[in-house]
C-alpha cells in the first residue's frame, strides 16, 4: 500500500510529498522546505514513522520545488533525479533564488536523470515516470497504477492548468499533454498538485476551464 503524505512549505506554498509503503522505504519528492522550522518538520515525521528515504525526486526544477535539494541530498545521502530538460531549469534558481529573498540558496546537480515509461519503485510499491512538459521543458509526473494515485507538480490543478508563462514554458503543449497523458488515465486517479488541494482526473476532464469539458460548451 503506497501512503502519500503531504507538507506544505515557503511562501509559494509548495507541496511537497514523501511516499512511503509498509517496508518503510521513502521517496521524497519537491522537497520545498527552506526554513530550519520546515526542515524540522519533515525530519520529525520521518523519524516519527521511522522511514528510510532512499530516493529524491523533482517533478520539475521551478525553485519553490527544489528548495530543499541541497538540505536532503546531505541529509539522508540520497542522489537527486530529475528529467534530462530539466538541467538548465535547476541551474538557473541560483541565479534569481536571491531575488525572492532566498538567501543562502545551495544549488545541485542531478546524479540520475528520469525518462518517460521509466518504473521506479517506492520499497515495494511502482510508480510510473509520465512525460508531461509544457509548464517546464522537462516536467514528469509520476503514477501509481494500483492505487490510482498521481504526483503531478504544476501540471494539473484543481480547477486550473500550470502557467506557461516562464522561460521554457508552452501553453498549448502543457494543453496537449494533459489532454493526451493524463487525462489517458482512469477518472477515479486522485491527483496530488504541486499547489492548493487535491483533485481527481474524471473531476478535471469535466470541469477543469482550460481543459475540461465545459470549458468548450
Not at 519533515?42 to 514513522?49: K, M, P, T, V
Amino acid at each position: 500500500m503506497l501512503h502519500i503524505k503531504l507538507f506544505t512549505f515557503n511562501p509559494f506554498q509548495e507541496n511537497t510529498y514523501l511516499i512511503y509503503d509498509e517496508s518503510k522505504e521513502a521517496t521524497l519528492i519537491d522537497p520545498g522546505c527552506f526554513t530550519h522550522a520546515e526542515k524540522r518538520e519533515l525530519e520529525d515525521f520521518i523519524l516519527s514513522e521511522n522511514l528510510k528515504v532512499t530516493q529524491l525526486l523533482n517533478t520539475h526544477c521551478h525553485i519553490d520545488h527544489v528548495l530543499g535539494n541541497a538540505w536532503a541530498i546531505k541529509k539522508f545521502g540520497i542522489p537527486l533525479q530529475i528529467h534530462p530538460n530539466e538541467t538548465s531549469v535547476l541551474k538557473s534558481v541560483e541565479v534569481y533564488a536571491p531575488n525572492y529573498g532566498f538567501q543562502g540558496y545551495e544549488s545541485t546537480e542531478a546524479e540520475k536523470y528520469l525518462e518517460e515509461g521509466q518504473e521506479i519503485w517506492v520499497g515495494k510499491e511502482k510508480l510510473s515516470v509520465i512525460f508531461v512538459p509544457g509548464h517546464s521543458p522537462g516536467h514528469v509526473v509520476f503514477y501509481h497504477a494500483e492505487s490510482k494515485q498521481c504526483i503531478a507538480g504544476d501540471t494539473l490543478f484543481k480547477g486550473s492548468i500550470g502557467r506557461t508563462d516562464l522561460p521554457g514554458g508552452n501553453h498549448n503543449l502543457l494543453l496537449n499533454k494533459i489532454k493526451n497523458q493524463l487525462f489517458a488515465l482512469p477518472d477515479e486517479t486522485v491527483v496530488y498538485p504541486g499547489h492548493g488541494p487535491e483533485t481527481t482526473i474524471g473531476f478535471e476532464k469535466i470541469y477543469n476551464p482550460f481543459v475540461g469539458e465545459r470549458a468548450f460548451h
